[in-house]
């Protein structure tokens, strides 16, 4: 479902714009939405469809760039401690367009290669998932409202540090990725 057209739209429809998901898939590559003091520009890219994936990939691009600069600005003992910013993105097209790589190279940002999806590295999955598991293990739902009911009480049931924990061991997480050189890893 699009969030533009409030209807259910079928996957071999062509209407839908590969633009807009591109824009919105490349949102939030810099910094995870929980870190108050994250790097990320609080601007949004917008695709229409007469723009295009170059378009995306010059929004993107910019983007990269007042990332760089809050970087040094929210952040300046990182900025001197380490010589270079290491990106892990996805390979979505926006970040994997001519433009974008272009402009990471003259922000001599070391791009790791997107590594095989690794439950390991996915907060939801190594978290989240793997707790509500638990709380799921017998239960039957016999309605979705019934499901959707009991994820909300979960959820609520959870207090902040349950999630603040999920997301303050995503660094060493995401170290074996760097080590690893974006090659498989258990």
């Not at 108050?36 to 723009?51: C, E, F, K, Q, V």
């Not at 001519?98 to 690794?118: A, F, G, M, N, R």
């Not at 909300?152 to 540090?161: E, G, L, N, V, Y």
């Given at each position: 479902m699009t969030d533009r057209v409030p209807e259910w739209i079928s996957n071999d429809d062509n209407t839908r714009s590969r633009g807009s998901r591109t824009a919105k898939a490349a949102r939030n590559i810099l910094a995870p939405a929980s870190d108050?003091?994250?790097?990320?520009?609080?601007?949004?890219?917008?695709?229409?469809?007469?723009?295009g994936a170059r378009r995306s990939a010059q929004r993107g691009a910019a983007q990269?760039?007042?990332?760089?600069?809050?970087?040094?600005?929210?952040?300046?003992?990182?900025?001197?401690?380490?010589?270079?910013?290491i990106l892990l993105h996805d390979n979505a097209r926006p970040h994997v367009a001519?433009?974008?790589?272009?402009?990471?190279?003259?922000?001599?940002?070391?791009?790791?290669?997107?590594?095989?999806?690794?439950p390991d590295i996915a907060p939801s999955d190594f978290h989240l998932f793997r707790s509500m598991a638990h709380g799921l293990a017998d239960r039957r739902f016999h309605s979705?409202?019934?499901?959707?009911?009991?994820?909300?009480?979960?959820?609520?049931?959870?207090?902040?540090?349950?999630?603040?924990r999920g997301i303050h061991v995503l660094p060493e997480r995401w170290e074996k990725v760097v080590s690893s050189d974006g090659q498989y890893f258990k």
């Open positions: 108050p003091d994250s790097p990320r520009s609080p601007g949004t890219l917008r695709d229409d469809n007469a723009l990269h760039d007042g990332g760089s600069r809050a970087l040094k600005e929210k952040r300046p003992l990182y900025a001197q401690r380490h010589d270079k910013v001519k433009p974008v790589k272009t402009y990471l190279e003259t922000l001599k940002w070391e791009v790791l290669p997107h590594p095989l999806y690794s979705y409202e019934e499901a959707q009911k009991w994820i909300d009480s979960w959820i609520a049931s959870k207090d902040m540090s349950f999630f603040r």
